[in-house]
């Protein structure tokens, strides 16, 4: 029996086949010969149960399937695909050069929007005529493992990918609004999440406070600020540093954003009901030394977070609060007795991100705020090296409150917010205001830039 091509694609469903990376080539009465790169026992079942024939694998070099693949099943290829692969290419390479978080790409009724992410901020890359648009979201959603036809629903997926040395993991999600589907291409740069305690701006001062919360080895210490203000990168700078192989560090995380050798990460997956507090029972059944949360979302991952402390565990973990001193009052929120949190808290970093002036073109100035005071602060121009924006890559702001016992005192005889803030600044905690003042003083930062980023905080 002889079948063309469109019959045989018919045989073997276009999932089956990109998913084992095959394609059927000729067709008997009880047979089916498959290209295949390498025999595959699953393959093989699935093949034999959708198609029930015998099933013949033939192994033929990969780059000699995927052609194969698109030719079959290709229906979303036109003439734009080599042009779309080689948008997305551009783009990616854009972003990667800008050191851009996130890529958005937004189809409106004439044409669709390329912009960017950068140091917080949003902006426009290009606007292309819309009958790129469709060739090009398939090639992303193809490339991220999505269904290509599926554009009702909101999916999500990934590629893992090197442009110009950089590895990313790229996380795609994809909504449909009224005029197709906007795609957001999040980047997480694996070189970013590698970075030291100083790389990431923490003094030296800072770091000790830091590594003096740590060496206690049990209790909790809370990495606290809002979406975006680096805390997951502070937090796995900290787990680097605390890896070796005569401890037992483990994690429970959502999304897993960088993976560390030597550390045994669990993914929270909530459609099968591991959730932040089963993960980390299951982990406090395995022996752990150290163990990273995430994020405390609610009361029952915060109660068993305390659990884990008192009985000897470090436990490092994130918190969606403003400041450091505020940690306590949102523990206590979430029905942690006051002797427990008191018993468990270590330590709290709170941070958030400023941009830094560039080096290339910054100037200095002197702004007299009154007759008595003035301050010396830098000031952006714009370059060619910043793109014209006078800003370049971004630093950690931060809070670090060590606790200690006249804190405890203050927390267990209730005092408030301001009290305890006031002993804890006697007793040495870093503010936000030394932060800013002194990446004012050092023209890492500007006065402006500290300014809006204050206004975002209070
Ligand atoms: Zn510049």
């Not at 390498?38 to 024939?53: E, F, H, P, S």
């Not at 429970?252 to 997956?269: R, S, T």
């Not at 005192?409 to 503010?431: E, H, L, P, R, Y």
Request: aromatic share 6%; glycine share 6%.
């Amino acid at each position: 029996m002889v079948s063309s091509e469109k019959d045989l694609s018919l045989l073997v469903p276009e999932k089956l086949a990109r998913k084992y990376n095959l394609f059927p080539i000729e067709e008997t009465d009880n047979s089916l010969v498959v290209g295949i790169e390498k025999n595959n026992i699953y393959a093989l079942q699935d093949l034999k149960l959708v198609t029930g024939k015998n099933i013949i694998f033939r192994e033929l070099p990969k780059e000699e399937i995927n052609e194969k693949i698109e030719i079959f099943y290709g229906n979303f290829i036109d003439i734009n695909e080599d042009y779309s692969n080689y948008l997305f290419q551009d783009i990616l390479e854009k972003a990667i050069y800008e050191n851009a978080s996130d890529i958005h790409i937004e189809p409106f009724s004439d044409l669709f929007k390329i912009r960017i992410r950068v140091d917080g901020k949003m902006k426009e890359v290009s606007s292309l005529i819309l009958d790129l648009y469709a060739s090009l979201a398939s090639v992303i959603k193809y490339k991220a493992n999505m269904d290509i036809t599926e554009k009702r629903l909101p999916q999500d997926g990934r590629i893992d990918l090197k442009i110009k040395d950089v590895v990313v993991d790229i996380r795609i999600s994809t909504v449909p609004t009224v005029h197709g589907e906007k795609i957001v291409l999040r980047l997480l740069r694996r070189d970013s999440f590698l970075k030291t305690k100083k790389e990431l701006g923490f003094t030296e001062v800072a770091i000790n406070k830091i590594d003096e919360i740590i060496n206690k080895k049990t209790g909790i210490l809370l990495v606290t600020g809002p979406t975006g203000s680096g805390k997951t990168t502070t937090v796995y700078s900290i787990l680097k540093e605390l890896k070796d192989d005569s401890k037992n560090i483990m994690t429970i995380e959502d999304p897993i954003e960088y993976k560390i050798e030597g550390i045994n990460q669990i993914q929270v997956n909530n459609k099968v009901g591991l959730t932040f507090e089963k993960g980390l029972k299951a982990i406090l059944r395995q022996d752990p030394d150290i163990i990273m949360v995430g994020e405390i979302r609610d009361v029952e991952t915060a109660k068993t977070a305390v659990r884990a402390a008192i009985t000897g565990h470090l436990v490092i973990s994130t918190l969606h609060t403003n400041d450091a001193i505020s940690s306590i009052a949102r523990l206590i929120d979430m029905e942690i007795p006051v002797y427990l949190l008191n018993a468990s808290l270590i330590g709290v970093i709170s941070q958030r991100l400023v941009r830094k002036v560039c080096t290339d073109c910054s100037n200095e100035i002197t702004i007299t705020q009154d007759e008595n005071k003035s301050i010396d602060t830098a000031i952006p121009i714009g370059c060619d090296q910043c793109n014209g924006i006078g800003y370049s890559g971004r630093t950690a702001v931060y809070e670090i409150l060590q606790i200690d016992d006249e804190i405890r005192q203050a927390v267990q005889s209730n005092k408030g917010s301001n009290k305890i803030k006031d002993i804890a600044i006697k007793n040495g905690m870093i503010t936000f205001d030394d932060s800013y003042t002194r990446l004012i003083k050092e023209k890492i930062t500007t006065l402006e830039e500290c300014i809006i980023n204050k206004e975002i905080l209070y």
